[in-house]
Structures are given as C-alpha cells and as structure tokens.
C-alpha cells in the first residue's frame, strides 16, 4: 500500500503563484508514475501533469502547458506542482495520484492510490 497526502491548497488571485506538495509513504518502490488531477464542481476530474520515474519524464495538459511545473524531490516521496500565472479556471480540488500510469499517463483509471485532494480557488 501507498499513502498520499497533499498539503500547499488555498484561495489566491488571478495571476499569483502556488505550490503544492504531495508526500508519499509505505510501498513507494511500486510507483512507477505520480500525477496531477484536478475536479471542478459539476465537471469529471482532468489530468494536470505526470512524472514518470524512469527518466523522469514530465507529461502537461495543454491547459497548463508553460505556466505549471511538476517535480520531485527526496527520491520520489514528495511530488511538488508549481502553479504560476493561476486563473480562475484552475479552481478545483487537486488531487495527487501514483501507481503504474500505464499505458496512459493522462488516464485516471491506470493509476492505484490518491490522496484525499486539496482545495485550490483562484478568485479574479
């Protein structure tokens, strides 16, 4: 089993910059993939950004292409999401995700433990 926990949500405005953090725990060395999601209120959840470990490669929705950062630190127990230049219509829960991520690293249903999600809000 793997635990995730995020931590780093809030309410900020248009244009500002947040960051949040994903920490993992237990059977880490199954992770092959850890990955951004996000829901909005009425809307089914979205993929954000992925980084698949072996080589480190990094996947964005076009949505956030350029204005988010996904990394790791710590040997792949901490995922961090650097959100800059954030809109309104970046609102919604984040949820961090890990598991295979395959075949699809945008596919929800190729990944095995979630966190319990973060509030994100960005007012105009």
């Known amino acids: 089993q793997v635990q995730l926990v995020e931590s780093g949500g809030g309410l900020v405005q248009a244009g500002d910059s947040l960051r949040l953090s994903c920490a993992a725990s237990?059977?880490?060395?199954?992770?092959?993939?850890t990955a951004w999601f996000r829901q909005a209120p009425g809307k089914e959840r979205q993929f954000v950004a992925a980084?698949?470990?072996?080589?480190?490669?990094?996947y964005y929705a076009d949505s956030v292409k350029g204005r988010f950062t996904i990394s790791g630190g710590n040997a792949k127990l901490t995922v961090y999401l650097q959100m800059n230049s954030l809109k309104p219509e970046d609102t919604a829960v984040y949820y961090c995700?890990?598991?295979?991520?395959?075949?699809?690293?945008?596919?929800?249903?190729?990944?095995?433990?979630w966190g319990q999600g973060a509030q994100v809000t960005v007012s105009s």
């Open positions: 995700a890990a598991g295979r991520g395959l075949p699809g690293v945008s596919d929800s249903n190729d990944y095995t433990y």
């Open positions: 237990g059977r880490t060395n199954s992770i092959w993939t």
């Open positions: 980084v698949r470990w072996e080589g480190d490669t990094t």
